[in-house]
């Protein structure tokens, strides 16, 4: 009998399982691991989505199959979305599906729209399931730089040139997963064009849209009016709404390519359970100061654990948008690569964090730290890596004033992982 299947066979050893075996074995012997490997909200969601969910479910009626694509009321909270937010016009019978999270939308339109050995061009690093979604449908991956910029544009027109068969997809996701990177609308525009005149589609994750720390927020491919002839963008409501494990999600764009996943998924799911419909379609038309509130949460994460980092010795850049801290390994660490440099962080400072290597092999020079972990515990991090570079002779420059507790961090309070 066959010993390993040939589509198992292509995907690698999964990267975080030795950080995360350690981290398990260390709890398990009672100490207090500090964690920041896993980008999965903290705080509880809004509680009028709550309600929402609540009232629903006591509605039998609710209990019945859903709808794969999506109940048209929540489509059209997405048409609303898009309106509000970018001034996009989208037709919810066509151009919106309702997904579960993100991942599974990637996942699935990668296998309605791939044929084995097709090349799909994906940024390195990047989120695991946009290059792995392709590879499980039979795909190669040529990587791009996730650095937006002429580099990019140069990398892309390459890639097309050499590339036999010639490219089929792009994916893009902006705010980046790792590294944080965000774009304008004029990068969107020459990416536009290029994969226009060039046949490829276009495969835009935006899950990270609503948290940013600038006075600009991150635009959508789609309000390039020509986006919609070879575009269909992805986005969740996990981050946005502390909803990670409520899996919903949603894709919009071209009408071709929503049909095929429209198609794929009316046979593999019956869609989200129709009260978490309901209270995603409450989330996207409700009060959204609780979207205010998560982002001021994490911009003070990110201000207190960057700023402890850079004191500390270790030189980081603040991310404009996302939940994640790209952090470069010190220079004194370098040469061990970013699983070991890892697992020496947990071992010595009580701190984990997620491999570079894990987002692709050019982002093993880094470590991801996910502002999960409320401010005292950051704190508590922040002082733990400080004395392991000390130990290691990583010189601390003077520390700078640290920002005011968030007011969802003061309310939970410290807390300790067993």
């Given at each position: ?261 429209a198609r794929m998924k009316s046979y593999v799911d019956y ?46 850049t603040p991310p404009e948008a996302s939940m994640f801290v ?48 409320n401010l005292h515990r950051t704190r508590q991090a922040v ?36």
């Amino acid at each position: 009998m066959q010993e390993d299947f040939y589509r198992i066979k292509r995907l690698p050893p999964y990267v975080f399982a030795e950080v995360n075996a350690m981290k398990a074995r260390a709890r398990a012997a009672g100490e207090d691991i500090i964690d920041f490997g896993m980008g999965n909200p903290d705080q509880p969601t809004p509680q009028h989505i709550v309600d929402k969910l609540v009232e629903a479910v006591q509605d039998p009626r609710t209990h019945r199959y859903s709808n794969s694509r999506g109940i048209p009321g929540l489509r059209r909270a997405i048409a609303g979305y898009y309106k509000r937010r970018f001034d996009v016009d989208l037709d919810p019978e066509t151009e919106a599906i309702a997904t579960l999270g993100s991942k599974e939308g990637l996942a699935n339109l990668a296998q309605a729209i791939t044929s084995p050995g097709d090349v799909i061009l994906v940024p390195n690093p990047a989120y695991p399931i946009h290059q792995f979604g392709f590879i499980i449908a039979g795909a190669a991956i040529r990587s791009l730089t996730a650095k937006p910029g002429p580099e990019f544009l140069a990398q892309l027109d390459r890639a097309v040139r050499v590339s036999v068969p010639r490219p089929l997809a792009l994916v893009l996701s902006y705010p980046n997963n790792p590294t944080g990177e965000v774009v304008d609308l004029a990068f969107y525009r020459q990416i536009v064009e290029y994969c226009l005149e060039n046949k490829i589609w276009i495969l835009s994750d935006i899950a990270y849209s609503e948290i940013y720390f600038t006075d600009n927020p991150p635009p959508s491919i789609l309000q390039i009016p020509e986006a919609r002839e070879i575009a269909v963008e992805f986005t969740s409501l996990s981050k946005t709404y502390n909803m990670p494990g409520w899996r919903m999600g949603f894709a919009c764009g071209n009408r071709k390519l929503i049909s095929a996943l429209a198609r794929m998924k009316s046979y593999v799911d019956y869609g989200a359970f129709t009260p978490i419909q309901v209270a995603a379609t409450a989330a996207l038309n409700g009060p959204q100061d609780c979207v205010d509130e998560i982002r001021a949460m994490y911009k003070a994460r990110r201000d207190l654990l960057c700023e402890g980092l850079n004191a500390a010795g270790w030189e980081v850049t603040p991310p404009e948008a996302s939940m994640f801290v790209w952090a470069k390994i010190p220079p004194v660490f370098k040469d061990m690569g970013s699983i070991e440099f890892s697992k020496l962080l947990l071992k010595e400072a009580a701190v984990a964090v997620a491999p570079g290597l894990g987002f692709g092999e050019y982002g093993d020079d880094h470590v991801r730290f996910g502002l999960v972990e409320n401010l005292h515990r950051t704190r508590q991090a922040v002082r733990n890596i400080k004395q392991f570079l000390a130990a290691h002779g990583v010189n601390a420059a003077q520390r700078p004033s640290q920002p005011a507790e968030a007011e969802g961090d003061r309310k939970k309070g410290s807390k300790k992982k067993v």
